[in-house]
């Protein structure tokens, strides 16, 4: 049973420039959530999918960001003229509901904004 | 609207010392509860949970935490430290009533231990 992966690991990239990060999450979870977090700070919640469906998306999110999960398997979290305040660990994680809200968490991809 | 706080953003214990990290959260019903740990460099790795039944709960690594909800706490304990519990612990809610959802994290206690 593999866990949840996320690709690519670390992403360096110039002010302007647009970004798309994939997470693939455990094959029989429903939810997908993608999280941020900076040096010292506890992981904020982006957006999250049940199956295709995004339920929920953080009002803190700007319109630069933009995540889809087409099919309910994979999801990718896009960023459009990146910033230099973006530059963040981006974690993905998956669960499966309704069993209690353990949410399942991937290495995360490590955004550098030059 | 839920929150998490998390009591000193850095404690430092002694090898074998017991180890208290707390952690109080607001909610207006009883969330579930959930510890999480980062290694460096690692993703976020769940100690324990509190969903419902024994307040006081069980986790990895001869960690465990209990749920009052009379001081809205869910402090994590550990008898005596070693040095590989040297990490970053994360305190989360999410909504019951979401059947979980997503996670508020309080800002996170890195735990250093001495030899």
């Known amino acids: 049973d593999t866990g949840v992966s996320q690709d690519p690991r670390h992403k360096i990239t110039k002010r302007g420039q647009n970004v798309t990060f994939r997470c693939d999450p455990i094959s029989e979870h429903n939810r997908l959530y993608w999280y941020r977090q900076t040096l010292g700070q506890g992981p904020e919640f982006l957006t999250y999918?049940?199956?295709?469906?995004?339920?929920?998306k953080s009002r803190l999110l700007s319109d630069r960001f933009s995540a889809e999960r087409p099919k309910g398997s994979f999801s990718t979290l896009e960023i459009q003229r990146t910033e230099q305040g973006d530059s963040a660990m981006y974690l993905c994680a998956s669960s499966l509901a309704p069993t209690g809200g353990q949410q399942f968490f991937g290495p995360g991809t490590r955004l550098t904004v030059l | 609207a839920q929150s998490v706080t998390q009591l000193g953003s850095h404690v430092s214990v002694s090898e074998g010392a017991l180890v208290l990290l707390r952690c109080n959260y607001s909610?207006?019903?009883?969330?579930?509860l959930f510890w999480y740990v980062q290694y460096p460099n690692q993703g976020l790795q769940l100690l324990l949970k509190y969903t419902t039944g024994a307040t006081l709960v069980k986790g990895i690594n001869g960690f465990e935490a209990e749920f009052k909800k009379s001081e809205t706490s869910f402090h994590l304990t550990k008898p005596s430290a070693h040095m590989s519990d040297a990490a970053e612990y994360f305190c989360a809610v999410s909504d019951r009533g979401n059947q979980g959802g997503k996670l508020i994290f309080g800002q996170g206690t890195e735990l250093s231990v001495k030899p």
């Open positions: 909610s207006s019903v009883p969330p579930y």
């Open positions: 999918f049940q199956n295709e469906a995004q339920l929920e």
